[in-house]
């Protein structure tokens, strides 16, 4: 369950009352959270090539 509508509003005026910067923002997508949350999943899962570092061996000769 999320916060409502309500609750944020009251959050937002309790904290600029004590003096706080406030900032509120309104999402106006009709996407579902479960719909964001696989979105930003797939986005952050990039196909990637695994890459194995090798430093070739140094000599220690003096």
């Known amino acids: 369950m999320g916060t409502s509508i309500e609750q944020l509003r009251d959050f937002g005026l309790e904290r600029a009352r004590e003096g706080h910067s406030v900032m509120l923002g309104v999402e106006t997508s009709d996407e579902t959270p479960r719909e964001r949350t696989v979105r ?23």
């Open 40 to 62: 930003a999943r797939s986005r952050s899962a990039k196909k990637r090539p695994k890459v194995n570092s090798y430093s070739p061996p140094t000599s220690q000769q003096q």
